[in-house]
């Protein structure tokens, strides 16, 4: 680590002894610092709000932030109103460093394409399958992996646990030792981004992951276009993402003109008595787009919620409110697996989904050893998501599709 640390060290001073390879001005600036292009295959950020990439002959400026507000304020929770905003300079192998001068002023530099990489976001090995990049995986945030390939080599000691991404922090103690040459962390919390800047501060890179701060599922999706900017991945990035964009379109216009619409209640409800609901964001887009009615839309509320352990899966909204729109609610989809925290009966048979049976969990896809793919791939596949919703609101539309992250509960209480 040390000597990695030391040589790029001399990289920078090196680039500082030498102006006449470096640009006075590096954002906007026309005088590249090589001749050769190394990155040809450029993406495009169209859809993603919290990411943006300029491309230099031989070196990428990624910039990264959060700006809105969580649904709550404690201890740990922080309104992202500008509160964190990253940049980054990804540089060629074996290619002059720009100067760190303007925008570029402290910003964290990475030599790339890497050769080792870590990620804890729940979606990191979706991604990186997508990219064909797995050979390069050294660490992940948990065991819970649910494609085997991967989970083999877990077991076997090729791939370490960094830290899971709900849990406060990265494993530094683990980095330390697998010494990745960069480290994707999800930052959902003041404590998460305070880890980011300890694994630098102990000289290992590492990058914020944002992608669940995005308000669209095709945003989400967007940021396997980040994962493919440290590898030089960007046309299989590209790829991808326009293959499920275009699914996705493809699926919507199945079902757009569809004069009748069920009610759909997208959550979960908790002991203390209100439910936690997916009012907008990637899934709520995803209800509408496969010609579901949300009851609880609200475009000024917050995405998530953001707290020390990580995120929630919603906004709180109380029984009492809830109650009063039970009526328009012909589909619950649950990310719980069980009803024991449910309301009582008397309260459920409001809806007409409980009445009915259309009572649905996401957790079809599970190994035994705590592995649930739907965190791991949903935000990847929204397309598969699309095809269930759609398959459950109109069966006459897809009648081949079988169920892919979608399971009725075994039965009602």
């Keep these: 680590m040390k000597i990695r640390f030391l040589w790029i ?5 090196n680039a500082c002894a030498n102006p006449q390879n470096h640009s006075e001005e590096v954002e906007g600036n026309s005088t590249p610092l090589t001749e050769e292009d190394y990155f040809p295959d450029k993406v495009s950020i169209d859809y993603a709000e919290n990411l943006q990439v300029t491309y230099y002959n031989n070196y990428k400026v990624v910039k990264t932030k959060v700006e809105f507000g969580t649904a709550a304020q404690d201890a740990d929770s922080i309104a992202w109103d500008r509160a964190f905003t990253d940049v980054m300079v990804l540089v060629q192998r074996g290619t002059p460093v720009p100067s760190l001068t303007g925008e570029l002023e402290g910003a964290h530099v990475i ?25 390069k995986l050294i660490g992940l945030g948990h065991e819970g992996v649910y494609d085997e390939k991967l989970r083999k080599r877990f077991v076997e000691g090729e791939i370490q646990a960094i830290g899971a991404s709900w849990h406060t922090g990265p494993n530094l103690e683990v980095l330390l030792a697998v010494e990745p040459d960069v480290t994707l962390l999800t930052a959902a919390s003041l404590t998460q981004s305070e ?17 669940w701060s995005e308000t669209s599922y095709l945003g989400q999706l967007e940021w396997i276009k980040y994962d493919a900017l440290f590898v030089n991945a960007e046309a299989a990035a590209t790829e991808f993402f326009n293959t499920i964009k275009n699914r996705c379109d493809s699926l919507k216009s199945l079902v757009q003109n569809r004069s009748e619409k069920p009610g ?21 887009q995803i209800i509408k787009d496969a010609g579901g009615v949300n009851p609880f839309a609200d475009g000024n509320a917050a995405v998530t919620e953001t707290k020390a352990n990580g995120l929630s899966e919603g906004i709180p909204i109380s029984d009492e409110i809830v109650l009063g729109k039970a009526e328009e609610v012909d589909f619950i989809i649950s990310f719980q697996s069980a009803t024991e925290n449910w309301p009582p009966v008397n309260y459920m048979n409001s809806f007409p989904a409980y009445r009915e049976g259309n009572l649905y969990h996401h957790f079809k896809r599970f190994r035994d050893y705590g592995a649930y793919d739907w965190y791991q791939s949903a935000p990847v ?20 599709h079988e169920l892919y992250f979608l399971e009725p509960f075994k039965k009602k209480r």
Aim: glycine letters at 10%.
């Design 9 to 13: 060290l001399l990289l920078m001073l």
């Design 111 to 135: 030599e790339i394409p890497v050769e080792t990489i870590a990620g804890n976001a729940d979606e990191a090995p979706t991604r990186f399958i997508a990219l064909g990049v797995t050979d």
């Design 195 to 211: 880890g980011i800047k300890k694994t630098r501060d102990l000289g290992l890179k590492a990058a914020p992951e944002f992608s």
């Design 264 to 284: 759909v209640l997208w959550g979960m409800h908790s002991k203390s008595g209100s439910w936690t609901i997916r009012a907008n964001g990637g899934v709520a």
């Design 381 to 400: 596949r929204p397309d598969l998501l699309l095809m269930d919703l759609i398959t459950l609101f109109y069966p006459d539309v897809l009648p081949d």
